[in-house]
């Protein structure tokens, strides 16, 4: 892992992390495997086969990330993952191990994980030609539980509407108060008639930050009009969040599908280095949305009524809100659920593991594969009609 602080031409300050990954490893296969990708807050930018999305540091602030993989063959046996931190211009070492850590989740790039790979690319070799073998998922255990409850009972193209809803909450509760409870957690305080009078309250400032992001889109269109920075994002030229149907598994549909539901970003393409001396030094707040996937204790803290008309959740928002509160109070402890599923003796205690996740509220037999899978195992497989689908077309 090397760091290089700095900025280029007096730009935007921004902190270079690297991560060694082996000759064989594909980033784009490696994001653009599972559908997780296209759920925000994640952007696969297909020109420059980068992923942006915000991480978080240690004290929960976001910063805005762009991965990207060093396609240059040396002599040595691994490439480099290389990690863009914007806004950033020093960063600790506490920080730099936790953001590494998260990307190394997102991409399955643990010891136990290669060693996984390489124990099925041996049973399938085509397999391993065409690079199958990961399955992307979220930098955090509670984002992919919380994505996998929003997976049920609904169309595709709902669930990442309720997704992008969630990280725009995130975005706009930054310092806000609305929305949220006082005092100790699992007590309200504000109801709904006190929520949709401070949601009116506030009316007049949310509709001044709408013009002010309008603004702000206007501006960066203008720029990238005349700059080749962003002209090759997939959010401009057809309305796709992410999608790249050259390479990824099941590009034909995944294709439609993105299509049909994913949503325009009004992020703009921070992957390429350098950019034009105009845009590097516009304001990072213009540069791009901070909008992030909201923590345990940011859901916590709200109430499930608000959440529910806010974000379109319906009944999920109450079993949302719930899961968040269990985690902040210590009765759910998702590192010690993630660590015991990931030792040696994983194949001894998967009913063990299964049992417990069932207990947790909203989580039943489809979410509870989708959550064993994204932790790394593959006992029981999330079918659901689309699945059933899929198999009757082979």
Request: charged fraction near 25%; aromatic fraction near 6%.
């Amino acid at each position: 892992m090397a760091t290089d602080n700095g900025s280029e031409g007096g730009g935007c300050p921004e902190c270079k992390l690297t991560l060694p990954v082996k000759q064989t490893f594909d980033l784009e296969k490696a994001v653009c495997s599972y559908g997780f990708f296209m759920m925000a807050p994640n952007l696969w930018i297909p020109s420059t086969c980068t992923l942006q999305r915000p991480l978080r540091l240690r004290d929960e602030r976001s910063v805005m990330v762009c991965i990207s993989q060093d396609k240059l063959i040396s002599s040595s046996l691994n490439l480099l993952i290389r990690v863009r931190l914007l806004g950033l211009e020093t960063l600790t070492n506490e920080d730099e191990q936790y953001l590494l850590a998260q990307v190394s989740r997102m991409l399955r790039l643990s010891e136990m994980e290669e060693s996984a790979i390489s124990e099925f690319h041996e049973l399938h070799l085509e397999a391993e030609a065409k690079g199958f073998g990961r399955l992307f998922r979220s930098p955090t255990l509670f984002e992919d539980i919380v994505k996998g409850i929003l997976l049920c009972n609904c169309g595709w193209g709902r669930t990442l509407a309720m997704v992008k809803s969630l990280c725009d909450l995130q975005s706009e509760l930054k310092g806000q108060s609305f929305g949220k409870k006082k005092g100790n957690l699992g007590k309200h305080n504000l109801g709904p008639e006190k929520l949709e009078k401070s949601q009116k309250t506030r009316q007049p400032e949310l509709l001044r930050k709408k013009q002010k992001n309008r603004e702000k889109s206007e501006t960066i269109a203008t720029l990238q009009s005349t700059t080749s920075v962003g002209k090759d994002m997939v959010s401009q030229t057809s309305g796709i969040r992410s999608v790249d149907s050259r390479n990824s598994p099941g590009d034909l549909e995944q294709q439609k599908y993105s299509e049909d539901y994913c949503q325009p970003s009004n992020s703009p393409d921070l992957s390429s280095s350098p950019q034009p001396q105009s845009l590097r030094q516009c304001d990072l707040d213009l540069l791009f949305s901070s909008e992030d996937f909201p923590t345990s204790s940011e859901l916590a803290n709200l109430d499930e009524k608000f959440l529910e008309k806010r974000c379109g959740l319906g009944y999920r928002a109450k079993r949302i809100v719930k899961l968040a509160r269990d985690i902040c109070e210590g009765i759910i402890d998702l590192s010690s659920l993630e660590n015991f599923t990931g030792s040696t003796e994983m194949g001894m205690c998967f009913d063990d593991v299964k049992e417990h996740l069932l207990k947790l509220d909203g989580i039943g037999p489809f979410t509870c594969a989708i959550v064993w899978m994204c932790m790394g195992n593959y006992q029981s497989i999330p079918a659901d009609t689309e699945t059933v689908r899929h198999l009757k077309q082979v």
